[in-house]
Structure formats: structure tokens, C-alpha cells
T-cell receptor, first 116, second 114 residues
Framework: ETGVTQTPRHLVMGMTNKKSLKCEQHLGHNAMYWYKQSAKKPLELMFV???????ENNSVPSRFSPECPNSSHLFLHLHTLQPEDSALYLC???????????????FGPGTRLTVL | GENVEQHPSTLSVQEGDSAVIKCTYS??????FPWYKQELGKGPQLIIDIRSNVGEKKDQRIAVTLNKTAKHFSLHITETQPEDSAVYFC?????????????FGPGTSLSVIP
């Protein structure tokens, strides 16, 4: 266990559905991340929240909408997705603003998303 | 921005042999280079990291080397075991952000044959 949990682990949705992915970290970290992992492609950074403020939006389509209500929770709201959005969505957390601390990102197990 | 390349994309070795994975990065300001291991059904997990003020770091069977001049860094696994089979990602972190903006390489799928 890494201290980062993600639910659900698997999700199948149609293109007209609305769903949400949830991430929770139990490590006391102050930064949280959403990544997209597709087959044969590098991990793609989607969003970053640092101290509960969004500090990075990596040209992600508006059909993906993140929410960070507090430093322990991160959501990714999904609506009108496309089949090419099918991928593993990984959440991570780290202790940013701490130059003397090991800058390790702790990943959750991911949500395997399939868009039909 | 930073770009990280990684080779090979797949690697098969016999149990007990060594495995080497090589990466290059583009941003000379990058100062932190972690390596992650991703097993099937799990998220990536940090296995070793190196900072730009160090040329080599070792942890049991795993070692990482860094050549800042050439902007190369490598992962070495000795005496490989079947449980080393996984996908390995190198990464580089630059400066100038208030969070850990880490750019990942595309990954190397390592298979250790018993």
C-alpha cells in the first residue's frame, strides 16, 4: 500500500455518461496530481494541485474537470468522453514546497477507464 | 520544456544476468532523476533516485549513474530475479515550479526469464 487510494478501480462508461474518479491520500502531502497512462505512451501529466490550488492544466480537454476540495482528496469529473480517452488514470501525491525532503511522488493503483 | 527519452522499450534477460536501461534528458536545469517500477495492476513506485550533485548511487542490486555533461542517466540491475519483471520509468524534474513537475520517459518493459 502506497497511502494513495483510488476508486473505482475499473470503470466502463458510454460517451454520454457523467462519472467521477476519486483519489484520497493518507500521507499528509500538499500536492496532488492526475496522470493519464495509455499503452505505449509516456505518462501524461494532466493536472496538478498544490496547496489545494490548481497550478497546472496541461492542455487537457474540458470534458475532464478536476476538483480538489481539500489537501487529501482529488476528483476527476468526466463527461461526454471519447473512446480515445480509454486509459489508466493515475493519481499521485507528494510533499512539495519542501526542498530538503525527498521529492517522491506516491501513486495510487489507478482507475482503468473504458469508454464505449 | 523537458523531454525524456528511454531505451530500450523492451528488454529480456536471463535470471542472474544484469539489465541496463538508459535515459537522456533535454533540460540542463533538471536536478532530480527518479526511477519508478510499475508492476501489473499497480501504480508506479519509486525504487531509486539521484540528484544532480551526485554521479552514482547504489541500493543493493540497483544502481543509478548520472552524466550531467552528456545529460544521460542509467539504471543498472544486477543479479536479476523474476520479481524484477516490470515496466521501469525514468524521469527528470526541472526547476522553477512550486511543485514536483516530473517528466517521465516512455518506459522499458523488463522480462527476467527464469
Amino acid at each position: 500500500e502506497t497511502g494513495v487510494t483510488q476508486t473505482p478501480r475499473h470503470l466502463v462508461m458510454g460517451m454520454t455518461n457523467k462519472k467521477s474518479l476519486k483519489c484520497e491520500q493518507h500521507l499528509g502531502h500538499n500536492a496532488m496530481y492526475w496522470y493519464k497512462q495509455s499503452a505505449k505512451k509516456p505518462l501524461e501529466l494532466m493536472f496538478v494541485y498544490s496547496l489545494e490550488e490548481r497550478v497546472e492544466n496541461n492542455s487537457v480537454p474540458s470534458r475532464f474537470s478536476p476538483e480538489c476540495p481539500n489537501s487529501s482528496h482529488l476528483f476527476l469529473h468526466l463527461h461526454t468522453l471519447q473512446p480515445e480517452d480509454s486509459a489508466l488514470y493515475l493519481c499521485a501525491s507528494s510533499q512539495a514546497h519542501a526542498p530538503m525532503v525527498r521529492n517522491e511522488q506516491f501513486f495510487g493503483p489507478g482507475t482503468r477507464l473504458t469508454v464505449l | 520544456g523537458e523531454n525524456v527519452e528511454q531505451h530500450p522499450s523492451t528488454l529480456s534477460v536471463q535470471e542472474g544476468d544484469s539489465a541496463v536501461i538508459k535515459c537522456t534528458y533535454s533540460d540542463s536545469a533538471s536536478n532530480y532523476f527518479p526511477w519508478y517500477k510499475q508492476e501489473l495492476g499497480k501504480g508506479p513506485q519509486l525504487i531509486i533516485d539521484i540528484r544532480s550533485n551526485v554521479g552514482e548511487k547504489k541500493d543493493q542490486r540497483i544502481a543509478v549513474t548520472l552524466n550531467k555533461t552528456a545529460k544521460h542517466f542509467s539504471l543498472h540491475i544486477t543479479e536479476t530475479q523474476p520479481e524484477d519483471s516490470a515496466v521501469y520509468f525514468c524521469a527528470a524534474r526541472g526547476t522553477g515550479t512550486s511543485y514536483d513537475k516530473v517528466i517521465f520517459g516512455p518506459g522499458t518493459s523488463l522480462s527476467v526469464i527464469p
